[in-house]
């Protein structure tokens, strides 16, 4: 869960706004003009029917927000734009996020027409945000991890083979800590062609931290059957947590963007790779 209570007014507000009337501006010339042009791409709307009319509610739920809210993304609009790029031009897709937050609508509103869900670890909080959302696909996660048993699952997670590159499953492997074993089957079944991690919680002890997030990204990226690699974000890199785990997972030879505290990873299938000697999934 992001925390954005007392998230103060940041310069990037102006230029969220600006992106957004620039989708509305692009959408009314579409339709002025009855042209196929690549301002219908702008929110990762389907090439097959540029003549669409009817907004898309999210998307005009997404412009009201950031026109009239005094609370941000916390992403900066740099690192925003990354992903935006990677939507721009694979979109729609399936996109899967770590977290629910007020920078949610604008996520679901680039992706529109393609399917968007939002994993959280506060059902209060997911409450809260479905209520002035509903449109919004969000669901409540379990971890079995504290952010202050990092260090040890780093250590130990190779002595346990179900844990293993060789294994690589996440649902029912209650043997992997690491493994996120309580997601929606639709999570499990869909074959995810970004995922965002940006939570849950990693800031205090008792936090789940990102350890499993990080590993199960990892795992559906390897397990991707369609071609084409997955693109996986990872938020707050300045964090040693954060930093350790994409370097053990996610592996440096796979980062493309390092922008701000975001660090963006094309991971192929594992299929497609050969596992250096002594090498787990780096």
Not at 64 to 73: F, G, K
Not at 156 to 167: D, F, N, V
Not at 252 to 263: P, T
Request: proline fraction near 6%; include cysteine; glycine fraction near 4%.
């Amino acid at each position: 869960m992001k925390n954005y209570h007392n998230t103060p007014i940041l310069p990037e507000r102006k230029l969220l706004i600006l992106l957004s009337l620039t989708a509305v501006i692009a959408g009314t010339l579409l339709l002025l003009t009855f042209t196929n042009t690549t301002t219908s791409r702008f929110f990762c709307t389907r090439p097959d029917n540029p003549f669409h009319s009817k907004p898309d509610p999210t998307q005009l739920r997404s412009i009201l927000h950031y026109a009239t809210s005094r609370i941000v993304p916390q992403q900066s609009f740099s690192e925003i734009t990354v992903s935006f790029d990677v939507l721009r031009s694979i979109g729609p897709c399936n996109f899967l996020v770590f977290g629910l937050g007020h920078d949610s609508l604008m996520w679901a509103s680039f992706n529109a027409n393609g399917k968007t869900v939002f994993l959280e670890e506060d059902p209060t909080w997911v409450q809260t945000v479905l209520k002035d959302a509903p449109e919004l696909n969000a669901a409540v996660v379990k971890y079995r991890t504290k952010l202050s048993e990092a260090d040890e699952l780093m250590r130990t997670y190779r002595s346990e083979p179900e844990c293993a590159p060789a294994k690589s499953y996440i649902k029912g492997n209650d043997k992997c800590r690491l493994a996120l074993t309580s997601l929606p089957d639709e999570v499990y079944e869909t074959e995810w062609d970004m995922i965002m991690v940006d939570a849950p919680r990693g800031y205090f002890a008792e936090a789940p931290g990102r350890m499993a997030a990080i590993y199960s990204a990892t795992v559906m990226a390897r397990n991707r059957k369609k071609s084409g690699v997955t693109h996986v974000f990872l938020h707050d890199v300045n964090r040693k947590v954060e930093k350790a785990y994409a370097n053990e997972f996610l592996c440096q030879k796979y980062r493309k963007h390092s922008v701000g505290r975001l660090w963006h990873f094309e991971i192929p299938p594992a299929s497609n790779t050969t596992v250096n000697d002594g090498a787990w999934f780096c």
